[in-house]
């Protein structure tokens, strides 16, 4: 087992697949009346997080109780970050308190790297600025095999804001690395120039939404990132929501079978719109308690649990 998930490209298929179907008997858990498992007990799990967050916080958090671990939640606000203590200095404390696992959300890509270096513990990436996170991609997979029973061999299109998200760029290489064919579709002012081929050969990119959805089993809308953005990258939200947003006629276009996703937190009305989000199509509720499971699995596996 890896010791660290900083990337998605730190898993292999095998142990992506090892994850998610421990992720299932993890889920299988949280039927029962008593949602605990003895398996983390004496283990400190230390929730680092710098930037914002709701689900992911609340995930990881449920997760590491969930398996008897003491939990640790850091949040930068209220801190000693506030009177400009360094990411290293902050490491060094928590490796004299003996975290086991440290889960780090950082608006600096690559944070969750440096950190590896400074602590002895495992390092989980729970969103590093518009790099990765790879946790989200675990779950979406998840998600995916859970509803439509495989991933080898899905078409999922990847819509909106790709340039700032970390969702898009984990869930690339995830996807891929399990046989599915990925389409990052958005208006050419957010899709990075050459990121389909530096991430993952076979992954392709259309400007057009309409074209692509008839084609999917997976459309994954992403959240227009407003707060990254220095300049402006469309005209203005409603022509961003005419070309790209998913309302109830485009959603008609997709195979009967195909799923909604998104990471959540939506902007209903601009990406996606409430009676889609809201539709039996839509998995994002879905995603949230998968969530759950998945890191649970992760963490699980990278404290040396037995698969
Ligand atoms: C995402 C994130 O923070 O990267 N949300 C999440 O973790 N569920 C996506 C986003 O903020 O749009």
Known sequence: MIKHLRSAADLDADTATLILDTAGEMAALAGREVKKLPTLRGRTVVNLFYEDSTRTRISFEAAAKRLSADVINFSAKGSSVSKGESLKDTALTLQAMGADAVVIRHPASGAPHRLAQWVDGSVVNAGDGTHEHPTQALLDAYTMRSRLGKIDGLRVAIVGDVLHSRVARSNVLLLTTLGAQVTLVGPPTLIPVDIAAALSPATKVSYDLDSVLPEADVVMMLRVQTERMQDSYFPSAREYSRRYGLDAPRMRKLPEHAIVMHPGPMNRGMEIAPEVADSTRS?????????????????????????
């Open 283 to 307: 998995t994002i509720v879905e995603q949230v308690a998968n969530g759950v499971s998945a890191r649970m699995a992760v963490l699980y596996l990278l404290l040396g649990g037995k698969a």
